[in-house]
């Protein structure tokens, strides 16, 4: 089972996701998700932004864990077997970057928390404790917009499911132009 929340982060909003989850957990463990073609431990990554892949992996491990390899059916390739739970994946929002660093777009990305169901109280704890760390790095305050008009559709949305960084909305504050894709066919803006 998972918990998930989409999100619209730019890297900077990922190094904060990275700083806020440290803050509440020191032994956090990021693990880029990629196939490995070596026998050898995955290495750890200091924050979520420097990836080189789509999907980080999130885990908080006891002191003892370490990753252990299995070989992929098929595939000469390994993957982490023993995560322990609760554990999370982060698909990123990926875009573009212009050549001085700043986003060209901002896409959609995702966080999901995994955990064996029936979920334990500390696994549910953690769950809780990631989503509450959103308030301190983004925004779910986003309204609808018409792309043609470049007018708000009049309503704004209200579940928390879908999360703006505060980078991403200063980068889309600084051009009306610039707007979040969204699933339903319509783009986002940040309320002002």
Not at 37 to 44: M, T
Not at 57 to 65: L, S, V
Not at 131 to 141: C, G, V
Request: charged share 30%; with cysteine; proline share 7%.
């Amino acid at each position: 089972m998972s918990g998930c929340r989409d999100i619209l982060f730019t890297k900077v909003d990922e190094a904060a996701l990275s700083d806020v989850i440290r803050e509440k957990y020191p032994n956090v463990k990021f693990f880029e998700n990629r196939d490995w073609y070596a026998d050898s431990i995955p290495p750890v990554l200091a924050s979520i932004d420097v990836a080189l892949t789509r999907e980080v992996y999130i885990t908080i491990p006891g002191e003892n864990w370490r990753p252990q390899l299995e070989k992929k059916e098929r595939r000469e390739s390994y993957r982490i077997a023993n995560f322990p739970a609760p554990y999370g994946l982060i698909r990123r929002s990926g875009g573009r970057l212009t050549e001085d660093g700043e986003p060209r777009s901002v896409g959609l990305g995702a966080v999901h928390i995994f955990h064996n169901p029936p979920a334990t109280k500390a696994q549910m704890s953690f769950q809780r404790a990631i989503w509450r760390r959103f308030d301190k790095i983004a925004t779910w305050r986003l309204e609808p917009f018409d792309q043609v008009t470049l007018r708000s559709l009049g309503w704004e949305k209200t579940d928390k499911m879908l999360w703006a960084g505060n980078d991403a909305v200063r980068w889309a504050n600084e051009n009306k132009l610039r707007s979040f894709p969204a699933n339903g066919g319509f783009r986002y803006r940040p309320i002002r």
